[in-house]
Every structure is written in structure tokens, then in C-alpha cells.
């Protein structure tokens, strides 16, 4: 029945695709896109970048809802689409980015609710202007990715697919706590849906856990946000909070408050358990979007909220929470060795390397932080990109199990070439992009602490170790006889991954393209730090000599 | 400057077209691509060391890596004395390894894949050698690992192939962690880690100490140590050297270019090239002459007993790489790189003669039942022969000059250096007895394998005999470029690498010299003489000696268990721990527990009060990870202050 599904679905894809009308059709968007650059390049075209790509996915999302079900072509078709169109408008923010300045960009503000002097007010810096961009590019590969996989309530799920991609860029651009904690909340019902709906067979039970834990690590947060609210003289400017310079005691209690939210969906050892069955549970692109995003907005939450708003608690806690980071990453890293299920075992990859993000952010100097913001864009890139591929082959053999595969290089070696790719990205090998971050993080945090950065480095030996030994048991070997009729992945499969593997590659080879974006951003961040770490000193070491 | 480029990128070209095109366009003639770029970096190089001996150096960077803040690094080129010879060594033997391989894999489904890896292969090793900086050379260091896991893992279909790839690259991991750490070191207390900033200023750094865990430790010595434990993994030393006699599960051409020539060589080139860090510490280098010693020793006894002949071959590689550490050890850094050149070809030329040997054999690699080879291949016969009478030091030969030259400044060096001198000349004489223990079981006597495999007996065909031909000749002659002026030579390689690698201080008389020459030309005709008895003589002899020390003879069978000794302290538990403690225990029971069970902790806290005494396990680890975190953090908070 499965494979009689497969293709009925498969057959008119190809059909069209070779249809000579439909080929020149397609030449209508490459020509729209040649002149909307032209028009970009010579700065023609003015449009508000960030608030288009916030709710053209949302009014999308609800425009979708009006299509027939039965059509399901043009429901996906039209996300994707939409899902293009978005990170086309993503472009300007590329080209037009002032590397120079560490101020907010692309600002764009106007009142709100005024007797609460809650704003609409958005902007990008440095910080957090590349996770828009990959925000934009995963949420294309999820359309792409789910093509022929989700067969069922196909309208929903697109619709989910792009309210999250909304949510998720609203927080990265949010300039007002409340718009940001209404786009925070907004994110985890689709994200909920998501899972709920078309998940596995736990998918109940993981949904609900990824709903409490986050919700409780948020609440927390709210009550840090009235708290900053009134402290502010009743307002929710972010910028404004970043300057307030806030009494120790109660920096302390609200760096708590925040990281409580944040550390959750990061996730820190120990509130990290329920990002394995989340994902585990999860569509693919369910996982995709988790790992190559949700996760990042705790770090990014780290690096936007707590560090300029409370600066000398995080001089404080620095320690503590680097010791939890590589606690996260032997953790993380050990416990891939003991798994059977290949989504679970990158699930707790990635706490492994999400310890890493955190321990470079909280090394608080220059190379650990930059570290920790490109170690997040690689580990979207290469965590997703290990997603997608475990998607694509669970489509063909419906298992997670990985005593379930050997010696699939045979029956698909074009997809274990890929694969090896991300898993050398995955080990940090040199050339990949996973080196830069990782190895920009272990100077960060060397410099902060010789011990933590050398139990850190023991992180990609254990590395190595678990991502071999998966790659091995899924690709070499005995050739698994239920494997050899499997079909290489087709064209659409390979355009998903390739976009990915560029980015490796490019990152590792050329990764000041990125890093130059960071460059004001984090020294900004840095300066702010450090005053007030010494202003802390200053107040209470009192006159001991350093 | 865009032929030194082009040294390093031609064969990163012909990978990038074979691995795309091979497999559907190239196909059977995908070593054409392979071999004219690697035919090209050769004569490229040839014409680079003419310029550097002719005294130029080259040294400039291409284009930025990566920049975050003070830290910047490029990808850059420095082509001195001690990188000529590598370019020689690596294009040569590689072009001649291509040739060979057009035979040797012939026929093999994965064809096209294999001049690939070859292309990477070549292309990463020489980016490590022409590196001007400590990261760009970490590049090279582990895209040749990566090359190594792919072709050690060739025969992917085959479990221990696929698990000796494996093990490989995660036993190089552990020498990588402390070579990572070396790297982040210069960085933190220099400020920069392209070569020439790292020699002008290491100086600088004497007498400092750092404090580790409470303890100071001199600062030169921790980075030298740490950039050595690199070089254990990548060269194979003692207690890293497991991963490689279990590489030679890959195919034969590349356990002659990957682990015996090249890559495994590269931790030695590493020493030579940071010899202004190690001189600048006697504990480091007296660590780096001690490793070499014992590793050499060690892997040579274990050569004795084997039968295995790639096995025997690649224990012996392991054994002539701590020479090569050993000289470095004594500040011999132009002895040991004249020892990696001249041992780059005798050995490949015994991998390769093994290669054929197993290709006449049907794949065979058992000594015991091969013999009288020598009637049916003249051409391996004769090579091989060569190959052993150069290892075993026999005079006129490349090895002969290149391991005199080590074992003489041993004699002279500091505290360590009679010590490894004596260790040296040992191992010299075991080395000259498992060699010839090759020649006499495989190519005299009377032929023990089956029927089948006596009728199929040939000479290989022409691609893989005149490789072998044309590395005879290495063996033969690559030692007279450094013939000492005791024989009437001007050792000119040693005054070629004086700009580099320095002048080693040299106190003992010309007697003392006819002595230590004369000692190693006795014991390697010594351990000549014995295997003659032994093997051809009186084959009974090693039976009996085999048998009466039973308990010594097993041990060195068994490698001195040290596989064992990994397995049940390290890999065992890796996964016991995984799957029965954090698994089972940690994440499913306490942490799950804790966020399951905070209401009905509550309504039963006298009760899990009760069972804290009872000293479950998972109360161990969860007050475990506590603690640790605890004291971390104290220790953390008040080393800041």
C-alpha cells in the first residue's frame, strides 16, 4: 500500500516536469528574479525588508486556508512560492547590511498599543541578521523536503510550516519585549501542531512535553519582562533596557528569570530531554525547523536579553554556565554512543553541540562569542542538512532503527556521499564549516579557561567516535537485503541538500563572508561587558588587588 | 607564484573531476586524469627544489582564512629546504604509487573512486607540507587522516575495513585533541600562528611557566608536548601506534603512498618543522628521543613473530618512524628528515613488492605458505631484496647512510643520547633478521600454498614492475646525497637542511665514528646471519625457540595485548557508560524522574529521603554530575578573582 501511494504521488511530478509548456513556464520566475536584483542592485526598489518578510509568510499561511483540499498541487506549489518570494526579499539584507555599525538596521517602528507604550518595532543587527537569512533558506528546504512525505491534512501543514517561519523571524527582529514574547509564544503552536499532528507514533506525549517545558521556562521569563517594564519607566524598548544600567541583586534574579526561558530551548544540561522526543517525534521538517532554528533563539536569547541587560550577573555566572556547556557537550556527546534510533542519536548530537555554541558565548570575548553565532548558523546548516537526509531515506524504509541499515552505499551512493559530507561537517573535519565554529569556540573558551576548554576539546574526539560509528552502521558492511532495491535520492533531493553543502563549504573555506556581518555587533557586546565587569569588581572586591 | 600554486591544486582538480565524472564518463580510464596531474605537480616540483637548492625560498600568503578579531589566518605557501624535499618525496612516490595502481586495482568496481581519494590524497598532503601556518597545516593534517579513512575503509563491504577506517581516524582524534590545544597555546601566548612570527618569537616564552590544576608547568614544554602528541598519533608512536597495522586492510598501493611513505612521516616532518619550539625545551625533546626509542624497539619485536607480510611490513614502518623521532629527540631534525626520504622509498618498495606478491597469490598474505617465489617473479624477488638489504643497513645502500647518520649523532646527543644509541643499534640488528625473514619464507624454499594458487604464479605486469624497478633504484642510490665525510662523501643533505633544521653539535672523534659505524654494520650482518639459520639453514630452530618461550613468544603474537588493553579500559566502557548509565539512568530516570515526578516528589519526599541512603547507582551519578558542577564552578569563580 505505502509504495502504491508513493506512486501515485511521484508519477504526475515527473510527467509535468518534462512537459515543454511547463519548462517554459519556468522561465517567467528566472527572468522576474534577474530583474528584481537588477532593480535591487541599483537601488530602485525601497520596501520595509523585515516587516514583508515577517507577514508575508503569515498572510500567506492564511491565504493558503482558502484552497481547495483536493488541489493539493497548488497548495504546495504556492508555498513554495511564498517560501522563495520570502527569502528573495531576505536579499537586501545581505547586500544592503552596514558592516561599520552596530546599531540596529532596517528599523522600522510604529506605536502599538500606546497606553501600555508597547510599540511595533522591528530591526536587525549583526547578531541576529544571519538567522533571518537561514530562517528563510530552511523553511524552502522544508517545503521541498516534504513534498511527497506528508500526505495527509497537506493544507495544515503548510500553513503551520509557514506561521512558524513568521513567528520565527518576528523574534529575531523584534525590537519590543512584548512584540518579542508574543512572536516567542506564537511560535510553539505550530510548532505544537506540528509535532501533534503529523509526528510518530509517541507524538502525543513528545508534543505535550515540548509544550510544558518550554511554557514554564517562558513564564518565568514573562514575569522578568513586567518586572523590566516597570523598571524602565513602563516601557518595552529593547534598546532602551540595553543601556539601563540595573542593581546587582536584581540582575542576578532576572538573569535567572531569562535564562530559565532560554536555557530550556537551547536546550542546557539538564532540562535537555525533551529535544529527544521532540525530535524524535517529529516530520522532518517538524525536526528540521527545531534543530536549525528553535534551538538557536535560547543562545540568541543569551546574546540579545541577558548579556547587555544584565552584564555583570552574566560576568557572575559566567563560569557556572560554562561548566554546564561542557557538561552538555561530554554529556551530549557519550550518551549518542548508547542510541538505536538514528533521530535520537542527532537529537543528542545536538546537545552536544549546542554546548559548544553556549560555551563560546559565555567565554565573553571576542572569539568565543563570534564562535558561538557562526557555530549556531553551522549547526543549522549541518544538524537540518542530517534531518533532511534521515527524512529522505525514512520515506524509503520506513525506520529510524539504525541496526535497521548497513551497507546502504551500495543501493544509494549518491546520497551516502552526501551524507558523509554533513557527518565530516558534524566531526568539525578542516574545509567544513563545523571547523571554524568550533575551533573559534575552543580559543574563546581556552582563553576564558584553560580546563573547561581542554575538557571541551575532548567533545570532538567523542564526536568523531558516535558520527562514524552511525555512518558505518548505516553505509558500510553487510548490505542489509531489505536495502538493495531502495532508489537513489532524485533530483529534488539532491537541489534540497545542495544549497547545504555549498554553505559547508563555503563557510570552511571562506567564512569571513559571514563573520564580517558579526564583527561591530559582537564587539559591541563585548564593550558593554566588560565595563561592567569591572564596574562589578569595582563594587564588590572593593580595594583587593588583582 | 602560479606554478607553486598549481603543485598542490593540480591533483585537487583531477579528484574534483574524477569524483563527479568518474563514475558514468571515465570510468576504467579515470587514472588518466589522475596521474598527469599528479605527473605535473612532480615536474612542477622537481623544478621548485632546483630553485630552492639554488637558495631561494618561498613564502607568501594566498588569500585570508579566517579573521575574528586579533585572531587571523590564511591559506598560505612556504616552500624552504625542509618543504623541497617533502614536495619530492610526496609527488615522486605518489606518481609511482599512481603507475602501480593502474594494475594492482584493475578490474576493482570502485576504480574510478580510488584515483579520486589517490587525487585527494595527494593534493591534502602536499597543502600540509607547503603550509606557512600551524592551522593550514592542522588542515592538511586531517584531510589526509580523512584520505586515510576512506582508503583504509576502501573495501567498505568488508567489517574489519571498514572498522580499521574507522579506528584510524578516531585514534588519530585523541593525538588531534592535544595538537588542537598546542595550536590555541601559540596562539594565546604569541598572539599569531604563521611560522614566522611563532620562531621570531618563541623565544620570548623561556622561563615561563603556566599554571594547570595547581601545578606550574614550563610553557615551551606543554606546547611542544602538546604538538607532539599530534605527531604520536599521526606518526604512530607508542600509545597511539594500534590504528596502524590495522590499516593495512586497505589496498596495497596505498599502505606503500598513505602508510608508509607519506602521511605517517608527517609527524616527523612536523617535529623537524617546529625544531625552534623543541630545542627550546630539553624535557620535550628528551620525551620526543625516548618515544621514538621505544616505539622502535617495541614494534620491531613484535615484527619478529608475525606472518602476516603487510602486518610485518607496517610494524617495521612503525619502528623506522621512531628512529626517525629518535633523531629528532637528540636534535638530529636533518638525520631523521634524510631518514624519512631515504626510508620513503625502501619501504614503499616493500609495500609494493608485497602488493605484488599478493597479487600473484590470489590475495594471500600468509608468509608460512608462500616460498620459492623467486623462480616464478624475478623482477618483486630481486626489488624486494633490494628494498631489504637497504633497511637492514647494509653498506652502500640509502638506509645504510641515513640510519648511520641517526645512530652516530644519537652517540653524540645530550642525556638521552647513549641511551638511544644503544636502543637504536638493537633495533637495527632485529630490523636486518625480520626482513630477511621476509625474503626466506616467501621467495626460498619450497612453495606451501595450494595447487591453485602454484599454477596461477606469474611476474605482475609492466604498470606495477616498473614502479617497482624505478624505486629500486631509490633504495639503492636516495642515500648518497648525504654520504658522511668519515666515507669520503660531503654530506651535502645535511648542509642542504642547515638553514632549516640546524647544525647538531658533534663532539666524538673520528675512532668513536669507525666505531659506531663498524658496531651497526656488524649487527645488521648479525641479524642477516641468524635469519639465514634460522630460515634457510635450520628451520627447525625457530620452532624450538618458539615453543620453549611460549609465554614471550604468545605476547609478541599478541602485540603485547594492547589492542586488548584499549578495548576493555576505553571502548567498553565508552559504551557500557552510554547505554547503562546516561541512557538508562541519568536521562531516563533522574532527570525525567525530577521533571516527571516534582509533584509527586513532593507528596513523597520523606520516602526519597529513605532511598538516598540505600545507595542506588543512579544517586552516585546524579550527586556525581552535582559535584562536579559544584567544585567547577568554585574553583572557576575563584581563579577569576
Redesign the interface.
Known amino acids: 500500500m505505502q509504495t502504491g501511494h508513493d506512486a501515485h504521488i511521484s508519477t504526475p511530478v515527473e510527467n509535468t516536469g518534462s512537459s515543454p509548456l511547463l519548462r517554459s513556464l519556468l522561465l517567467v520566475p528566472v527572468i522576474g528574479l534577474v530583474f528584481y536584483l537588477g532593480a535591487l542592485a541599483v537601488g530602485v526598489i525601497k520596501y520595509p525588508v523585515l516587516s514583508w518578510v515577517i507577514f508575508l509568510p503569515i498572510v500567506g499561511a492564511i491565504a493558503l486556508l482558502f484552497i481547495p483540499r483536493k488541489n493539493e498541487k497548488l497548495i504546495k506549489m504556492t508555498a513554495f512560492v511564498l517560501s522563495v518570494v520570502v527569502f528573495l526579499m531576505c536579499i537586501p539584507l545581505f547586500t544592503n547590511f552596514d558592516k561599520t555599525t552596530s546599531n540596529m538596521q532596517f528599523v522600522e517602528k510604529y506605536a502599538w498599543v500606546p497606553a501600555f507604550n508597547i510599540n511595533y518595532a522591528v530591526g536587525i543587527d549583526g547578531i541576529s541578521m544571519l538567522f533571518v537569512l537561514l530562517s528563510a533558506l530552511l523553511t524552502i528546504l522544508c517545503v521541498t523536503v516534504s513534498w511527497n512525505a506528508i500526505t495527509d491534512k497537506v493544507k495544515e501543514f503548510y500553513a503551520s510550516l509557514l506561521l512558524l517561519e513568521g513567528a520565527m523571524i518576528g523574534v529575531f527582529c523584534s525590537l519590543d519585549l512584548f512584540l518579542f514574547y508574543i512572536f516567542w509564544e506564537a511560535m510553539l503552536i505550530p510548532m505544537f501542531i506540528m509535532i501533534g499532528v503529523w509526528g510518530g507514533p509517541n507524538r502525543v506525549y513528545a508534543a505535550i512535553k515540548f509544550f510544558l517545558?518550554t511554557l514554564i521556562g517562558s513564564l518565568l521569563m514573562l514575569i522578568g519582562i513586567i518586572v523590566l517594564f516597570f523598571y524602565n519607566g513602563r516601557s518595552f524598548d529593547i534598546l532602551q533596557m540595553m543601556t539601563t544600567n540595573y542593581p546587582y541583586d536584581m540582575q542576578l534574579i532576572l538573569f535567572w528569570a531569562f535564562f530559565s526561558a532560554f536555557a530550556v530551548k537551547v536546550p542546557m544540561f539538564?532540562?535537555?530531554?525533551w529535544l529527544p522526543d521532540a525530535h524524535t517525534e517529529a516530520p522532518t521538517a517538524g525536526s528540521v525547523i527545531l534543530a536549525g532554528i528553535l534551538i538557536k533563539m535560547g543562545a540568541y536569547g543569551f546574546l540579545r536579553f541577558n548579556m547587555p541587560f544584565f552584564p555583570q550577573a552574566t560576568v557572575a555566572m559566567a563560569?557556572?554556565m560554562?561548566?554546564?556547556s561542557?557538561?552538555a557537550i561530554i554529556?551530549g556527546a557519550?550518551?549518542?554512543?548508547?542510541?538505536t534510533d538514528l533521530k535520537r542519536l542527532i537529537a543528542y548530537s545536538s546537545v552536544s553541540h549546542m554546548g559548544f555554541v553556549t560555551l563560546g558565548i559565555f567565554a565573553l570575548n571576542?572569539?568565543g562569542i563570534?564562535?558561538g553565532i557562526l557555530q549556531m548558523i553551522n549547526h543549522g546548516i549541518v544538524t537540518g542538512a542530517l534531518f533532511l537526509c534521515v527524512g529522505m531515506v525514512y520515506e524509503r524504509t520506513h525506520t529510524r532503527a539504525i541496526a535497521d541499515y548497513g551497507?546502504a552505499?551500495?543501493p544509494l551512493?549518491v546520497y551516502a556521499g552526501l551524507f558523509m559530507i554533513f557527518t565530516?561537517a558534524a566531526v568539525g573535519?578542516?574545509?567544513t564549516n563545523g571547523?571554524?565554529g568550533e575551533?573559534?569556540i575552543?580559543?574563546g573558551g581556552?582563553?576564558a579557561?584553560?580546563?573547561?576548554?581542554?575538557l571541551a576539546?575532548?567533545g570532538?574526539?567523542?564526536g568523531?567516535?558516535y558520527m562514524?560509528?552511525l555512518y558505518?552502521n548505516m553505509?558500510?558492511?553487510?548490505?542489509n537485503p531489505k536495502l538493495l532495491g531502495l532508489t537513489d535520492i532524485n533530483e529534488r533531493e539532491i537541489l534540497t541538500l545542495l544549497p547545504l553543502v555549498i554553505l559547508v563549504f563555503w563557510i570552511g573555506?571562506?567564512?569571513?563572508t559571514f563573520?564580517?556581518f558579526m564583527?561591530a555587533s559582537v564587539?559591541h557586546l563585548i564593550e558593554r561587558i566588560s565595563t561592567a565587569g569591572q564596574l562589578q569588581l569595582s563594587q564588590h572586591?572593593g580595594a583587593?588587588p588583582r | 607564484m602560479i606554478n607553486y600554486i598549481l603543485i598542490p591544486v593540480l591533483p585537487l582538480a583531477a579528484f574534483v573531476i574524477n569524483i563527479i565524472f568518474g563514475k558514468f564518463f571515465f570510468k576504467e580510464k579515470s587514472h588518466w586524469i589522475a596521474i598527469l596531474a599528479v605527473f605535473g605537480s612532480f615536474v612542477l616540483s622537481v623544478i621548485t627544489f632546483a630553485e630552492v637548492a639554488a637558495g631561494k625560498t618561498i613564502n607568501y600568503d594566498a588569500f585570508s582564512w579566517i579573521v575574528s578579531g586579533s585572531f587571523n589566518v590564511s591559506f598560505g605557501l612556504l616552500i624552504d629546504q625542509l618543504t623541497a624535499i617533502m614536495l619530492i618525496v610526496v609527488t615522486s612516490v605518489s606518481l609511482l604509487v599512481h603507475v602501480y595502481s593502474v594494475g594492482y586495482m584493475h578490474g576493482d568496481k570502485g576504480y574510478y573512486r580510488f584515483f579520486s581519494y589517490l587525487s585527494l590524497f595527494t593534493f591534502s598532503m602536499l597543502m600540509l607540507v607547503t603550509a606557512n601556518n600551524l592551522l593550514q597545516l592542522y588542515f592538511g593534517w586531517e584531510a589526509v587522516g580523512l584520505c586515510s579513512y576512506f582508503l583504509i575503509g576502501f573495501w567498505y563491504e568488508k567489517k574489519s575495513a571498514a572498522d580499521a577506517g574507522k579506528k584510524a581516524f578516531i585514534v588519530n582524534r585523541f593525538g588531534d585533541f592535544g595538537f588542537g590545544l598546542g595550536v590555541i597555546m601559540i596562539f594565546l601566548f604569541i598572539g599569531a600562528i604563521n611560522y614566522t612570527d611563532i620562531f621570531a618569537n618563541i623565544s620570548t616564552l623561556q622561563g615561563k611557566t603556566i599554571t594547570m590544576l595547581g601545578h606550574d608547568f614550563d610553557l615551551i614544554t606543554v606546547i611542544a608536548l602538546l604538538l607532539f602528541c599530534g605527531a604520536v598519533g599521526k606518526s604512530a608512536q607508542i600509545p597511539l601506534h594500534v590504528w596502524l597495522p590495522d590499516a593495512m586492510e586497505g589496498p596495497t598501493p596505498v599502505s606503500a603512498l598513505i602508510h608508509a611513505a607519506t602521511m605517517v612521516t608527517a609527524g616527523v616532518f612536523m617535529v623537524a618543522r617546529f625544531n625552534p619550539v623543541f630545542s627550546l625545551s630539553e624535557v620535550a625533546m628528551n620525551t620526543v628521543a625516548i618515544t621514538g626509542a621505544v616505539t622502535s624497539l617495541f614494534a620491531a619485536t613484535i615484527a619478529l613473530v608475525q606472518n602476516d607480510i603487510k602486518r610485518i611490513i607496517a610494524y617495521s614502518t612503525v619502528s623506522q618512524l621512531g628512529y626517525m623521532f629518535l633523531a629528532c629527540g637528540v636534535g638530529a631534525y636533518g638525520a631523521g628528515v634524510f631518514h624519512l626520504f631515504t626510508h620513503a622509498y625502501f619501504k614503499a618498495l616493500l609495500f609494493l613488492g608485497a602488493g605484488s606478491v599478493m597479487h600473484a597469490m590470489g590475495g594471500e598474505l600468509d608468509i608460512q605458505k608462500m616460498g620459492g617465489l623467486r623462480k616464478y617473479m624475478p623482477v618483486t624477488f630481486w626489488t624486494f631484496l633490494i628494498a631489504s638489504l637497504s633497511i637492514a643497513g647494509v653498506p652502500g645502500l640509502a638506509g645504510f647512510f641515513s640510519k648511520d647518520e641517526i645512530l652516530w649523532l644519537a652517540y653524540n646527543g645530550g642525556a638521552v643520547g647513549k641511551t638511544v644509541w644503544l636502543m637504536g643499534t638493537l633495533v637495527a640488528g632485529l630490523t636486518a633478521f625480520y626482513s630477511f625473514r621476509i625474503i626466506y619464507l616467501a621467495f626460498f624454499g619450497k612453495f606451501r600454498g595450494t595447487h591453485e594458487q602454484e599454477h596461477h604464479l606469474h611476474e605482475s605486469p609492466t604498470s606495477m614492475t616498473l614502479p617497482l624497478v624505478v624505486l629500486a633504484i631509490g633504495a639503492l642510490a636516495a642515500g648518497w646525497i648525504g654520504i658522511p665525510a668519515l666515507l669520503g662523501g660531503n654530506n651535502w643533505v645535511g648542509h642542504f637542511f642547515e638553514p632549516v633544521l640546524g647544525h647538531p653539535h658533534v663532539h666524538g672523534t673520528h675512532a668513536e665514528e669507525w666505531m659506531v659505524v663498524g658496531i651497526s654494520i656488524a649487527v645488521a650482518f648479525t641479524g642477516i646471519l641468524i635469519s639465514t639459520i634460522f630460515y634457510l639453514w635450520k628451520p627447525q630452530i625457530p620452532v624450538l625457540i618458539g615453543e620453549k618461550f611460549k609465554g614471550v613468544y604468545t605476547t609478541l603474537w599478541n602485540k603485547y595485548y594492547v589492542d586488548e588493553f584499549y578495548d576493555r579500559i576505553i571502548v567498553q566502557p565508552a559504551f557500557w557508560i552510554a547505554k547503562n548509565v546516561l541512557v538508562g539512568i541519568t536521562d531516563a530516570k533522574i532527570i525525567e524522574g525530577i521533571v516527571n515526578g516534582v509533584p509527586k516528589l513532593i507528596g513523597s519526599f520523606g520516602e526519597k529521603l529513605r532511598k538516598l541512603q540505600t545507595g542506588y547507582v543512579q544517586h552516585y551519578a546524579l550527586s556525581m554530575a552535582i559535584g562536579l558542577f559544584v567544585i567547577l564552578t568554585l574553583v572557576l569563580i575563584a581563579g577569576t578573582r
Not at chain 1, 334 to 339: E, S
Request: aromatic residues 16%.
Open positions: 517545558y539538564p532540562v535537555h530531554t563560569p557556572a560554562m561548566v554546564l561542557v557538561i554529556y557519550v550518551i549518542c554512543l548508547g542510541q571576542f572569539q563570534q564562535g551497507g552505499a551500495a551512493p565530516l573535519l578542516p574545509g571547523f571554524v575551533f573559534l575552543l580559543v581556552f582563553t579557561s584553560k580546563l573547561l576548554g581542554a576539546a575532548t570532538i574526539i567523542i568523531a567516535a562514524l560509528w558505518q553505509f558500510f558492511v553487510r548490505t573555506f571562506y567564512p569571513n563573520l564580517s564583527d564587539q572586591l583587593i
